[in-house]
């Protein structure tokens, strides 16, 4: 069965720490996979996309991982500030299947 | 133009009501889905139409009813919901294809629904 697990669950940190979300997928084939934030009750917003030839992306203070042959990506966060607090949602993209979510990881960054 | 549009942003409703969400993109993509998603929950697709034609629905109630009248637009038709239905309702969309490249999938803000 395609599965997205995500860890952890939720994630409580001080304003200018790193953190590291992960992502561990079962989906196959693989085609891509997906970091998303979401910010409560509006709609994800991407952050970076990678396929299987990728192992490394950044987009500003995000950089996220992947492994495929683990089959495990992350999100590095470096400098965090108190507009980071959002949920974090992994999805892969099997090939010829549809979107596969994590359950996300909630992220708040106190002052 | 990277942007997918949903309007209302909140809508409040009765059970007996007929209401309907709206998305629309310009970014000439072919794939347009539907998601439900419950407070501290990821997106649960319901409905995906792929070249105006319905290709997937995940066992939705027939009280959801999308309609997708040309490429750009994509409508989901609300009637006799139940309280459980209250939930933000996302949009999105992407080329089709399901084949290997990156195949971005854009969400719209979401609509807040609320059933009394």
């Known amino acids: 069965k395609n599965q997205v697990e995500q860890s952890p669950q939720s994630l409580i940190i001080l304003e200018g720490k790193n953190c590291t979300l992960q992502?561990?997928?079962?989906?196959?084939?693989?085609?891509?996979l997906r970091w998303y934030k979401q910010d409560t009750g509006r709609g994800p917003v991407s952050l970076t996309i990678?396929?299987?030839?990728?192992n490394t992306k950044s987009n500003g203070r995000y950089t996220a991982t992947l492994d495929a042959d683990t089959k495990q990506s992350s999100l590095h966060i470096t400098a965090s500030q108190l507009s980071d607090s959002a949920s974090y949602i992994c999805?892969?993209?099997?090939?010829?299947?549809?979107?596969?979510f994590g359950p996300g990881t909630r992220l708040s960054v106190l002052p | 133009d990277t942007e997918v549009t949903q309007t209302p942003k909140h809508l409040v409703m009765g059970m007996t009501n007929k209401k309907s969400l709206k998305c629309e993109q310009h970014?000439?993509?072919?794939?347009m889905y539907w998601y439900k998603q419950k407070a501290k929950k990821p997106p649960e697709l319901m409905f995906v139409?792929?070249?105006?034609?319905?290709?997937i629905n995940e066992s939705v109630p027939s009280r959801f009813s999308p309609e997708c009248p040309n490429s750009s637009l994509l409508n989901l038709h609300l009637h006799a919901l139940q309280p459980e239905d209250s939930a933000l309702y996302l949009c999105?969309?992407?080329?089709?294809?399901?084949?290997?490249?990156?195949?971005?999938?854009?969400f719209g803000p979401g609509t807040r629904l609320t059933v009394l």
């Open positions: 999805v892969v993209k099997g090939y010829g299947q549809n979107f596969v």
């Open positions: 999105a969309s992407s080329h089709e294809g399901g084949g290997r490249g990156k195949n971005e999938q854009f």
């Open positions: 970014m000439g993509h072919r794939a």
């Open positions: 992502c561990n997928y079962t989906v196959s084939p693989f085609s891509n």
């Open positions: 990678m396929t299987f030839s990728e």
């Open positions: 139409y792929s070249y105006e034609k319905l290709s």
